[in-house]
């Protein structure tokens, strides 16, 4: 199966390296740059659970690019490690997370939001298979890049859905959610799949 995505997951080096040339002489590692970008999107998150959405949007969205700099700043200083590998994976899982309970609480405040709770959820649920899958399928050695909806476009569409609710529709942000969690969830099945796909032909082991 290909490997498609719908937004570029990696940002060339002209545009990284004066942003992390900087910061490696100022001594900022990149294990710093992970708990920065983790501790903005527990902010936006607060802001989420307030119902400050386009403050969250934004802060969500900013936070979140972050994480193209913290490996950019490892290969630029020859920092790569497996740990921070781990690190900053954890850190974007528990990032995703907190502005999805952020919302969650908001909507238990507010009336019956019913829907929005369960899709926040699901979405959750969803997020965390699609990296859970990877994990597991590179536990067997398996090289597995494919899906349609990572992080990428999870941040872009949540973030993007908070900041315009406000402007255009509140309905907005149930749109997004039913997207997110309808997609996280096909993602994790498109990567079962692609595991499937992967092994069928191998022998089975004895």
């Known amino acids: 199966m290909p490997s498609f995505s719908i937004v570029p997951h990696k940002v060339s080096t002209r545009f990284t ?67 921070g590998a781990v690190f900053d994976s954890v850190l974007d899982r528990l990032s995703e997370a907190a502005v999805l309970a952020g919302l969650l609480f908001h909507f238990t405040q507010v009336g019956d939001h019913t829907m929005e709770i369960a899709l926040c959820y699901a979405a959750m649920v969803g997020s965390i298979m699609v990296s859970y899958v990877r994990a597991r399928a590179e536990g067997i050695g398996l090289e597995l890049r494919e899906g349609l909806f990572t992080r990428a476009e999870r941040v872009i569409l949540l973030a993007g859905a908070l900041i315009l609710a406000p402007i255009v529709h509140d309905d907005l942000v149930l749109g997004a959610l039913w997207i997110l969690a309808t997609l996280s969830l096909f993602t994790a099945c498109q990567r079962v799949f692609s595991v499937w796909q992967k092994l069928r032909d191998e022998a089975p082991a004895p």
């Open 17 to 83: 390296d004066p942003i992390v040339g900087p910061l490696a002489k100022l001594g900022v590692t990149p294990n710093m740059i992970s708990v920065f970008g983790f501790a903005g999107n527990v902010a936006a998150a607060a802001l989420a659970a307030g119902g400050m959405f386009i403050a969250a949007g934004s802060v969500m969205l900013f936070f979140s690019a972050l994480d193209l700099l913290d490996g950019a700043l490892a290969r630029k200083t020859g920092t790569v490690t497996k740990f």
